[in-house]
Nanobody, 111 residues
Framework: VQLQASGGGSVQAGESLRLSCEAS?????MGWYRQAPGKQREIVAR???????DYADSVKGRFRISRDNAKNMVYLQMNSVQPEDTAVYYC?????????WGQGTQVTVSS
């Protein structure tokens, strides 16, 4: 399983950013995790093929996850980003009873 993420970068607080990830398979669950320096990896958002979603409390109302099942794509629309959103963001997929991770894309938010 290959996961190719894109869309990271450096933005100012309050701005928006969109992450994209393409999977090489049709995974039941796709989503995003993040890891800030010195912290553990944490969930940001996940979405299953049926449309069920799961968000971290810290991003509810600001981030929105979507999928294009036909293209095996998952997106994360990040609005009103804050410096605490700074992290490496990892694309995630659950397929064949296993979890897979992409290579990570850096998101840096300055105040």
């Amino acid at each position: 399983v290959q996961l190719q993420a894109s869309g990271g970068g450096s933005v100012q607080a309050g701005e928006s950013l969109r992450l994209s990830c393409e999977a090489s398979v049709s995974a039941y669950v796709m989503g995003w995790y993040r890891q800030a320096p010195g912290k553990q990896r944490e969930i940001v958002a996940r979405r299953n093929r049926g449309g069920g979603t799961d968000y971290a409390d810290s991003v509810k109302g600001r981030f929105r996850i979507s999928r294009d099942n036909a293209k095996n794509m998952v997106y994360l629309q990040m609005n009103s980003v804050q410096p605490e959103d700074t992290a490496v963001y990892y694309c995630y997929a659950h397929y064949g009873w296993r979890d897979y991770w992409g290579q990570g894309t850096q998101v840096t938010v300055s105040s």
